[in-house]
């Protein structure tokens, strides 16, 4: 196998080659090249050459050893030393290229089949790429290449070596080889045949029926649910196929698959999850909402909303992830600007009103509200929600969840909660008239009603209000302000680079606020922080809408969505595309992202 050529003979320079043991990466090898290359003084490399010669016994890879000193490059510096560009420079003296490990854009299931576990582990290389005519490899150790031709005779396949992190194949080594492991056992404990869709009344005995109990099962469940924490998951999708089970996790907004696993492993995942979150097992027929809680590693407690829909091919499940830690996340954080987070503290500041925060689906609604009732529930004040489903447990507040099969709807919680003295109340989403007129009645009785609406924009909120039934005068009285909102992905900190949006689309955007937005601007370059996406989590988009006297009297007067959305252009109000094009000249985010999530003018 052909490698690139480099000036330097590195074999020779880091090893006296005389044995397999020789031919490993040594501390004082690796030194003395970047001295040679110019990268460490020689000064420095003597000082860090002493100490190591008797702290370590090749239990830490030289690699790891040097770049836990974050030098800088005496050559170039602002190049740091990280294990990513020792990576790439060792790499180059050794004619491969590195590669950094992203677990999500590996087929696990199929590279775990390339090697057995224990040839794996003996010569520390990882599989991480296959198809139809080679076979790649990551190693930390360049120079040990004696598997590397009976890899080729045994595969009949060609075999690409690539440099990676040596943590990164001490931890993903066995976990890519358990996990393939527990589906394979899991599958051959596979019992009896039994009908799991509705393609298999006429296909019987295509799967197995699999113990939900099985250790195996709930092992890999635990892999799942700490996977998805790790990567950063916000949601967990376990969707159901005619052969295989897709498992996704949505991450900044973006769904990536993970990994797939026989129907039958699907089917006994789910019922596993099922299980924890006390839902009916049995019942398969109908949709289901749960919840569980569960602990990360550190300690940290995450609550999971479970959902399941009967699918043609078995049920699917959805599990939403929620960190308590987002309530104590404060409003910057949030995405909210000085201008914006004082008008919010306004709306929410009224001992009486209503205010409302609208948006689709994932748009953050209601991270907003439970990050504002935090800070609104003092000992002073009495904060009561009707929820549904409930998504965080908050001790300070008093959560009461929709129970439809008891007749407890949005509307009687509502009711209810007006006989137990509350100051501010949240309800989780105004459907329907009824609910609207006991949200408008709690404003009017003295109480701070906080809600959430599914449209557009702020504006439409009103006509929304206005279609339900609730009459204009009642609306002008009690509504003190409207909040819309989206999420963007926000661009990598660490590799974003600077670039300029497409000058029409840009114009089109901010128009008419060209003049006070000037295009500065990023763009994403991708790294190993953010796995080469160049983003790295999400930030809001805000649009508020003060109801103020001049408001009311449209409102009272019936005046359509037009007229109320001009008045409040007028008056100051910035649409989200404003909001958006603010972080795009801020180097927060990217036009594209904004033009993803931003309603039309007229929408």
């Not at 990513?84 to 590669?99: A, S």
């Not at 120079?143 to 595969?155: A, D, G, H, Q, T």
């Not at 009103?353 to 990050?371: D, M, Q, R």
């Not at 949006?501 to 060209?514: F, G, I, M, Q, T």
Request: charged share 25%.
């Amino acid at each position: 196998m052909s490698h690139r050529s480099h000036p330097h003979s590195p074999i020779k320079k880091f090893f006296p080659v005389r044995s397999h043991s020789d031919l490993r990466l040594s501390v004082k090898g690796v030194i003395d090249a970047l001295v040679e290359d110019g990268h460490i003084s020689p000064k420095a490399a003597e000082e860090f050459l002493i100490p190591a010669r008797t702290s370590v016994n090749g239990a830490v890879h030289p690699l790891t050893m040097i770049a836990s000193q974050c030098w800088r490059s005496e050559s170039a510096p602002h190049d740091v030393l990280d294990i990513g560009w020792l990576g790439k420079w060792l790499g180059g003296r050794c004619g491969l290229d590195y590669m950094h490990i992203d677990p999500l854009k590996i087929d696990v299931a199929a590279v775990s089949g390339v090697v057995s576990h224990g040839y794996a582990t003996r010569y520390k290389i990882l599989p991480v790429g296959i198809d139809n005519a080679s076979v790649t490899l990551a190693t930390a150790e360049p120079f040990i290449r004696e598997w590397e031709s009976e890899l080729e005779k045994v595969l009949r396949r060609e075999v690409r070596r690539v440099l990676a992190d040596p943590k990164d194949i001490a931890r993903y080594l066995p976990e890519f080889y358990n996990l393939s492991r527990f589906v394979k056992q899991a599958v051959a404990q596979s019992g009896a045949s039994t009908i799991a869709n509705f393609e298999q009344l006429v296909q019987l005995g295509r799967t197995g029926n699999v113990d939900a109990n099985d250790h195996h099962i709930v092992a890999l469940v635990d892999w799942l649910f700490q996977y998805a924490f790790e990567q950063r998951a916000s949601d967990i999708h376990l969707e159901p196929r005619r052969e295989v089970g897709n498992v996704r996790f949505r991450i900044d907004g973006v769904l990536n698959t993970v990994y797939q696993v026989p129907a039958s492993v699907m089917a006994a995942i789910v019922s596993r999850i099922k299980a924890l979150g006390r839902m009916d097992l049995v019942e398969k027929r109908r949709p289901q909402d749960g919840r569980l809680k569960t602990k990360m590693p550190d300690a940290r407690e995450i609550e999971l909303r479970l959902s399941t829909l009967p699918t043609a091919f078995g049920e699917k499940l959805v599990m939403r992830i929620f960190d308590p830690a987002i309530l104590i996340r404060n409003f910057a954080e949030l995405g909210f600007n000085p201008e914006d987070h004082q008008r919010w503290n306004g709306f929410v500041s009224h001992p009486h009103g209503i205010v409302l925060v609208t948006g689709p689906t994932g748009s953050g609604k209601t991270t907003t509200l439970y990050t504002t009732l935090k800070q609104l529930a003092t000992e002073e004040v009495n904060v009561c929600t009707v929820e549904d489903p409930i998504e965080m447990i908050e001790p300070s507040f008093n959560q009461m969840q929709v129970q439809a099969n008891i007749d407890l709807d949005f509307a009687n919680g509502v009711r209810t909660m007006l006989r137990q003295d509350p100051d501010i109340i949240m309800i989780g989403e105004i459907r329907d008239r009824e609910t609207a007129e006991m949200a408008v009645q709690a404003a009017l009785t003295g109480h701070l009603v906080l809600s959430t609406l599914h449209t557009n924009d702020a504006p439409s909120s009103i006509v929304r209000l206005l279609d339900l039934g609730v009459p204009p005068y009642l609306i002008s009285s009690t509504l003190v302000g409207v909040m819309a909102q989206r999420l963007v992905r926000t661009l990598c900190p660490h590799c974003k680079a600077p670039g300029s949006p497409d000058e029409a689309v840009w114009n089109e955007l901010v128009r008419p606020w060209k003049a006070q937005l000037p295009p500065g601007a990023y763009q994403p370059r991708g790294c190993l922080e953010c796995r080469m996406t160049g983003y790295l989590g999400r930030v809001g988009l805000y649009e508020m809408l003060p109801v103020n006297g001049d408001l009311r009297r449209l409102i009272s007067q019936n005046a359509g969505l037009s007229a109320i959305r001009d008045h409040a252009m007028r008056e100051g109000m910035k649409p989200l595309k404003i909001s958006g094009a603010m972080k795009v000249a801020a180097g927060i985010t990217t036009l594209e992202e904004v033009i993803k999530v931003v309603p039309n003018d007229r929408d």
